[in-house]
């Protein structure tokens, strides 16, 4: 029979909080932008690349559209593509956000890179615990967005980009927005939907307005916990409120699209008027496209730093768009407000993987394009006062580029002292 001071241990260790809360000493937040998925979509290869992209396959399009002249160790495996690239991408897209939601044991790589060693079974732990939240640079669907009457011939062709339902299950596009359309909607932000993880899909100059309206309609994004407030004017569900794991709410809002669609002083204002989300709360301003240095569009530093001192809790800048392999991340002082502020530009877009070289263009044995290889994590650590940033690719499961051979750039990082709680208090 248990004595009194055992039950008493016994009721205290009942009162303890499990093992992973009371690992909540670490109040380090994670909050992860994912840069232009576009050519994970990838409408027009769909088209070209209906029954296979494998250069081992004699009857592979790709192949064909070559006149078979593509050589070359690149050309003769194709390890890159399983399938078509349409359904390459859109099982990079499952394993990307298996990967952002921590359902690490869900990434499935087989038929990719089996003959590159990139995706053999992980052994490593985890880079990092499943992002606190996800938020999108713009570019997720391989559609251009074009102003009124400047649409390309061969998207007049396909049968545009125009439709008058707003019905969210995409029976009314053409095959090809509709085939890409479901991708991102189903193999992508359903997924980190069902996780649970707050999110924040970011419209691109490849996401047309009408078909970012939609994406919201059918997450039912309006509905989410984490949902703060739409801009009226453009109608963008774009200023989420969240919570992570131990209570530290930030604000993130998205300057519309800032590319081919040009802020108007109205949404400018709007903006402003919610950083902070009504509570002065650390906030992540996303813009398209608008970021660092001579690229900081007027849109975004008409907020970052024409209006500083309205807008102090301005803590992230980050933008993507830029259509080349790189990412920079700066921690600048702001001369207005004297707050330090991270400008954080994060693309990957036209890493060559596998490219049998000029005689495989311009449709390739292999793909070219690895926009979504990578994301980029922002850990705010308030106990050892510091910031980090660096860019993590699942498929390499490296913090660097992959070794595939192009001369490429390597990935970027930071690490600096930043007094978190000095400036957000808890």
Not at 135 to 152: K, N, Q, R, V, W
Not at 178 to 192: C, E, G, L, N, T
Not at 399 to 422: C, H, K, L, W
Request: net charge neutral; with cysteine; charged share 20%.
């Amino acid at each position: 029979m248990a004595t009194g001071a055992a039950l008493a241990l016994l009721a205290l260790t009942a009162l303890a909080p499990p093992a992973e809360l009371s690992a909540s000493a670490d109040r380090t937040v994670r909050l992860c932008f994912v840069p232009d998925t576009q050519h994970f979509t990838s409408s027009v290869v769909w088209l070209r690349e209906r029954n296979s992209c494998r250069a081992d396959n004699p009857d592979a399009p790709a192949l064909k559209a070559t006149q078979f002249t593509c050589s070359g160790t690149s050309c003769a495996q194709s390890p890159y593509c399983k399938g078509t690239w349409f359904d390459t991408g859109r099982q990079l897209l499952r394993n990307l956000a298996y990967d952002l939601t921590g359902q690490w044991d869900k990434e499935d790589y087989t038929g990719i890179g089996e003959l590159d060693g990139a995706t053999k079974p992980r052994l490593d732990p985890p880079d990092h615990p499943r992002c606190d939240a996800i938020l999108s640079l713009g570019d997720m669907i391989d559609i251009p967005s074009f102003p009124a009457g400047t649409e390309f011939d061969w998207t007049k062709k396909l049968g545009g980009t125009a439709y008058v339902s707003n019905n969210p299950d995409y029976a009314d596009l053409p095959d090809w927005q509709k085939a890409q359309a479901d991708s991102i909607d189903r193999d992508f932000w359903r997924i980190i939907r069902g996780s649970g993880v707050p999110y924040l899909p970011v419209p691109g100059n490849h996401d047309p307005p009408k078909l970012y309206r939609r994406l919201t309609a059918a997450l039912l994004f309006d509905k989410s916990p984490f949902f703060y407030k739409a801009e009226p004017t453009r109608r963008q569900q774009n200023a989420i409120l969240f919570a992570t794991p131990t209570g530290k709410k930030f604000c993130a809002l998205n300057l519309t699209e800032g590319i081919v669609f040009r802020s108007t002083p109205d949404e400018v204002q709007w903006v402003v008027d919610n950083v902070g989300c009504g509570g002065g709360y650390p906030t992540i301003l996303l813009q398209h496209g608008g970021v660092l240095g001579e690229k900081l569009l007027g849109d975004t530093a008409d907020v970052v730093t024409h209006r500083a001192a309205l807008t102090k809790p301005v803590f992230v800048v980050a933008g993507g768009h830029w259509g080349v392999a790189q990412s920079s991340k700066v921690m600048r002082l702001n001369a207005l407000n004297l707050r330090r502020q991270l400008l954080l530009y994060s693309n990957w877009q036209e890493v060559a993987l596998h490219s049998g070289g000029s005689s495989c263009q311009p449709n390739g044995a292999s793909e070219v394009y690895s926009g979504g290889l990578y994301y980029t994590v922002v850990e705010i650590d308030p106990v050892a006062k510091r910031v980090r940033a660096w860019d993590w690719s699942p498929y390499w499961r490296s913090r660097q580029m992959g070794n595939v051979g192009t001369g490429g750039p390597s990935t970027s990082a930071i690490d600096t002292e930043y007094d978190f709680d000095a400036i957000f208090p808890p």
